[in-house]
């Protein structure tokens, strides 16, 4: 059962209408390398069961979650909001410090991307820090002179730590773009979580007000942070880098609305598509 964690927000007018879900230990652990996967329980159920009552969600991940009953376009990436970001913003061309997949979204929004080596890797519009484990100084280099020479920072993460199968993990984006930032004090644009800009971006995508979400995830300065600030309905979990003690000691921003004793736990807090809109579950 889901318990409800006092102190929060008051409570809505509206049922959750859309649901945002965090990946690594949400719906899933992953290995270190990211090229392994364990499904956490309920996670299939909840999709599949969302689904049916054609209630609109999205994973907000790092990359291609496998293993998982979603469809791409309900695969957000904090590429694919880059993506939307540069090209409101003008910029065609992009170093990218990441693996090549990290860059795919751009590509297909029509951004030229390079990588540090390549020829004219400096003379771009903007720089798009993602998962790179294989990031040397080389890069570092790469980013800084291309933002002394006027490029925009963009970051895909600004989480130090994600759940894995091995426990903490640390976050590349975060550690790359220290060195950066310390060596360059560029200021940088987020895209990826706790950044308001993609919980925005996902309540576009999925068509419902960002008041009518909700925000699952395991982590209270990242996913519950996100939906504390942008007014959504922050959900917590146990399964990742949280345990069930240490949410009640959150500090207010950090705190959820509920705890979800499972997974299969957030159905409850959903109105389906058949169902009335009008009453709230969230508590103050």
């Known amino acids: 059962m889901s318990s409800v964690v006092q102190g929060g927000l008051a409570c809505g007018t509206g049922a959750v209408q859309g649901v945002v879900f965090d990946v690594d230990g949400t719906l899933l652990l992953s290995n270190r390398s990211l090229d392994g996967y364990e499904v956490l329980p309920g996670a299939i159920e909840v999709l599949t069961a969302l689904k049916a009552r054609h209630v609109p969600f999205a994973l907000l991940t790092k990359l291609r979650a496998v293993g998982l009953p979603v469809d791409d376009e309900q695969m957000i990436t904090p590429s694919s909001i880059a993506a939307d970001h540069m090209q409101r913003r003008g910029i065609r061309r992009v170093l990218v410090l990441g693996s ?167 159905l409850s807090w959903v109105a389906g598509a058949e169902e009335k809109r009008g009453v709230g579950r969230r508590s103050s």
Do not use: N
């Open 100 to 266: 090549i997949g990290v860059g795919q979204a751009l590509r297909d929004a029509g951004i030229e991307t390079v990588h540090t080596g390549e020829a004219g890797a400096t003379d771009v519009g903007g720089v798009f820090v993602g998962w790179h484990p294989e990031c040397g100084m080389k890069d570092i280099e790469a980013a800084c002179r291309a933002i002394w020479g006027g490029a925009e920072l963009c970051v895909a993460s600004d989480v130090p730590f994600f759940a894995t199968k091995q426990g903490r993990t640390i976050g590349y984006s975060f550690a790359i773009t220290a060195a950066v930032r310390r060596l360059t004090r560029a200021p940088m644009t987020l895209t990826g979580k706790p950044s308001i800009r993609a919980l925005r971006f996902v309540a576009r995508r999925l068509g419902v007000p960002v008041r009518a979400l909700a925000v699952v995830g395991d982590d209270p300065v990242v996913e519950i942070l996100m939906a504390r600030r942008g007014g959504a309905t922050a959900l917590a979990v146990t399964t990742g880098t949280t345990r069930r003690e240490d949410w009640a000691r959150q500090a207010r921003l950090h705190r959820p609305h509920g705890i979800l004793g499972e997974l299969r736990d957030v």
